[in-house]
């Protein structure tokens, strides 16, 4: 092993021995302008354990930190919290590798690695309640269903009262900052906020069944170790990120509207802009995000802290703008939730662009509680009233709610 990395020390008995993604900028359909790192850590008991391993590529920058502290065929066993193909890339290569004494995954883990790897290898099934015996110290298994693939589990170290929270409390973020305390909080907030919104959002109701189980452990937790981005060792930290989770779980609207619009000739763009500001001299608080420059991911992350949703579009062909249908189909599978909406849009003869938005809303659980405004070719002087009023009426019924 050539490569010069090192494992950091996170806790008494426990190393990060994981690696840095610079260059990643897309995570399935999700915008990872700051990179993001593959969490895997060493545990150095009298069982040696590697919990989690990297994404594939990532593997000899793995084992190079797991050498800087201990022969890697000293390894006794392997856990797998998670078997997402980052977490579990080179699973297969550091079993042949390290040659475990045993291999653990939760039941729907073991099932899943079968059906990725297709291989022969034993892997043992764990259960909530049950211990993994490191000899000296243990491992005590927390299955997180749908947290957020059916596999999920996360672990709790009793020696040195360390949580692996697999991707709970994770973000992506690439940095040679280990720890959330060496990095500032509003990066911190924004990553987090952002991997929430499009990670796990679909999820809140098993996150919050999750919340419940790892404040129901009945243990002190002081150091949270998650599979993407910084650890949390400060007791302050670790409530901050626990908190900020109840509170995106429980979805409770925000005095913000979100306004989303493609534009052809400009004359949704001006729409827009009317309803923005309408919604702004109401009091509220108005994002513009036009899809020319802005990502189907920020725009989730906007929607995660709102209380409505506008959708602005052209018709074209009969249908709304292809990057509209492409933001809607994957906010649709988020399916955020307590939101307001209402829509508006140009035409020049035809005009299905609202009827459809509308639909996409419908769809999602979404209230419309305004008519839309539709301008045929350039819109006059008039019709921008009428967004603004708009606007207007959707930042009022945001204050009423707050």
């Known amino acids: 092993m050539n490569q010069p990395f090192k494992a950091i020390k996170v806790s008494e008995n426990t190393y990060w021995v994981g690696a840095v993604d610079w260059g990643i900028r897309d995570f399935h359909g999700y915008a990872t302008k700051e990179g993001t790192t593959y969490n895997a850590y060493l545990v150095m ?83 909530t309640g049950e211990k993994i015996d490191l000899g000296n110290m243990s491992l005590a298994a927390v299955e997180t269903r749908m947290v957020h693939w059916p596999d999920s589990m996360m672990t709790y170290l009793d020696a040195d009262k360390l949580l692996f929270s697999q991707d709970g409390f994770g973000m992506h973020l690439a940095s040679t900052e280990r720890f959330a305390d060496q990095l500032p909080e509003s990066l911190l907030y924004a990553e987090a906020a952002k991997y929430y919104a499009n990670i796990l959002l679909l999820y809140t109701k098993t996150i919050a069944q999750a919340l419940d189980k790892v404040t129901g452990l009945g243990v002190e937790i002081e150091c949270i170790c998650p599979d993407h981005g910084p650890v949390w060792r400060k007791p302050e930290q670790i409530k901050w990120i626990i908190g900020n989770y109840v509170k995106w779980a429980e979805q409770k609207p925000a005095s913000k509207a979100v306004i989303v619009y493609d534009t052809m000739w400009k004359t949704t763009q001006h729409m827009a802009d009317a309803v923005a500001d309408g919604v702004s001299q109401a009091g509220a608080i108005a994002r513009v995000l036009p899809l020319s420059s802005a990502h189907r991911s920020d725009i989730a992350t906007e929607i995660l802290e709102a209380g409505a949703l506008i959708l602005g579009s052209p018709t074209l062909n009969n249908q709304i703008f292809p990057s509209m249908a492409d933001v809607l189909t994957y906010l649709k599978g988020l399916k955020p939730q307590n939101l307001i909406g209402a829509v508006f849009g140009s035409f020049g003869w035809s005009g299905e662009s609202c009827k459809h938005l509308i639909e996409y809303l419908t769809d999602m659980g979404i209230e419309i509680v305004a008519e839309p405004v539709r301008s045929k070719y350039v819109a006059s002087d008039e019709l921008l009233v009428k967004c603004h009023e708009l606007g207007d009426l959707i930042g009022k019924k945001l204050l009423e709610n707050k």
Request: glycine share 2%; net charge negative.
């Open 45 to 127: 008991a009298d069982k040696p354990a590697l919990i989690d391993t990297v994404k594939a590529p990532f593997y000899d920058e793995m084992m190079s930190r797991i050498s800087s502290i201990i022969d890697p065929c000293d390894i006794e066993i392997i856990v797998s919290n998670h078997s997402e193909m980052d977490h579990s890339g080179s699973l297969m290569k550091s079993i042949e590798a390290v040659k475990p004494d045993k291999v653990y995954a939760s039941t729907m883990g073991v099932k899943a690695l079968a059906e990725h790897f297709h291989h022969d290898k034993e892997i043992t099934a764990i259960k």
